[in-house]
Nanobody, 116 residues
């Protein structure tokens, strides 16, 4: 059974940086497309960044140029480097694992709060 565990969230001032990590277990990490989503209070969950098993990346327009997604297949991990954080980036960030048409897997989420 796939399990995803996020870490790295916290409180940061505007303009600051955080690096989120997600550790994958329970299956073959290399065949999964991975992603980061976020959900702010009162809003729907939205896609932030994705990285395929072939290491192709895709980003939401709102974070392009500020966030970078990467994966380390040797460590079964995916990362989200977040720079120049803004108050509107405040949300719970979720790790996602997707393989073909199978149901996606989700982590428990990690809170990111951007505030002075």
């Amino acid at each position: 059974q796939v399990q995803l565990v996020e870490s790295g969230g916290g409180l940061v001032q505007p303009g600051g940086s955080l690096r989120l990590s997600c550790t994958f277990s329970g299956s073959s990490f290399v065949v999964y497309d991975m992603g980061w989503y976020r959900q702010a209070p009162g809003k729907e969950r939205e896609s932030v960044a994705k990285i395929t098993s072939g290491v192709l990346t895709d980003y939401a327009d709102s974070i392009k140029g500020r966030f970078t997604i990467s994966r380390d297949n040797a460590k079964n991990s995916v990362y989200l480097q977040m720079n120049d954080l803004k108050p509107e980036d405040t949300a719970v960030y979720y790790c996602n694992a997707q393989r073909g048409l199978y149901a996606p897997h989700w982590g428990q989420g990690t809170q990111v709060t951007v505030s002075s």
